[in-house]
């Protein structure tokens, strides 16, 4: 799955996240 830019902004700023992990969260789970 393509985790694209604004998906891994959007988790973010609702988590507050790092960008890696949240692309690698977004990967794992298809985007969902």
């Given at each position: 799955m393509d985790?694209?830019?604004n998906?891994?902004?959007e988790l973010r700023d609702k988590t507050?996240?790092?960008v890696m992990?949240?692309?690698k969260?977004?990967?794992e789970s298809q985007g969902d």
């Open positions: 985790v694209n830019a998906l891994v902004r507050g996240a790092g992990d949240c692309k969260a977004l990967a």
